[in-house]
């Protein structure tokens, strides 16, 4: 599958290793892909970079790795991805007077707010429920990580459990795109756990079955 990455921070740059040697052409989405920082993610990934919509425009599947303040002018500069499937793998958080928090919730999401942005592609919301070392690498973990998503394309979803499987996670379907609203506030209890709980970010979730 030709997948673009948009972001080549922490999480950008954990999926991209994570990606690695898993039979998926990746693309790097950077403002400045000859950086010499980017170009060191891509080498070590064996990816390529190219500006943020030319690796768009490329790709069979976007994975939206952006901080939420920088989102929406992101995406929109990205064109028109029109059927393409896209990861929205952001926790919309703003700084509250109690503190690191979501921005909204309730009666929409971030992955809704997303799909609003891009109404031609077919958004899933998935890969915010851990840190970013688990994306890259979690075969160690006793258990095998579960990573829920939300969307309301079955084929696209068909899609994205190859990508969660490929990173060493166990898929789950979670439902329409409006249980986004239940998967950042799931992303914000490990944050929660591994930052303010002292739990560090070695873990991630799991679901085990009886007799399993």
Request: overall charge neutral; hydrophobic content about 55%; aromatic content about 4%.
């Amino acid at each position: 599958m030709d997948i673009a990455i948009i972001g080549t921070g922490n999480v950008g740059g954990a999926i991209a290793r994570g990606l690695k040697g898993k039979g998926h052409r990746v693309t790097l989405g950077a403002r400045d892909p000859q950086a010499p920082e980017v170009a060191a993610l891509a080498a070590g990934a064996g990816a390529a970079a190219a500006l943020p919509a030319v690796a768009a425009a490329g790709a069979e599947l976007v994975i939206l790795a952006l901080p939420w303040a920088a989102a929406e002018a992101a995406v929109r500069a990205l064109g028109d991805l029109s059927g393409k499937v896209v990861i929205d793998c952001m926790n919309p958080i703003a700084r509250r007077e109690i503190g690191v928090g979501l921005a909204v919730g309730h009666t929409t999401s971030g992955g809704e707010i997303v799909q609003g942005w891009l109404p031609g592609a077919r958004v899933v919301k998935t890969l915010n429920q851990v840190g970013a070392e688990m994306m890259e690498a979690n075969a160690r973990l006793p258990h095998r990580p579960v990573m829920f998503m939300a969307g309301d394309d079955a084929g696209a979803k068909a899609r994205v459990a190859e990508v969660l499987a490929a990173l060493g996670f166990e898929p789950l379907d979670a439902g329409d795109i409006t249980k986004a609203r239940l998967l950042e506030p799931f992303g914000m209890l490990w944050i929660n756990q591994a930052l303010m709980r002292g739990k560090g970010r070695a873990w991630a979730f799991a679901a085990v079955e009886a007799g399993k």
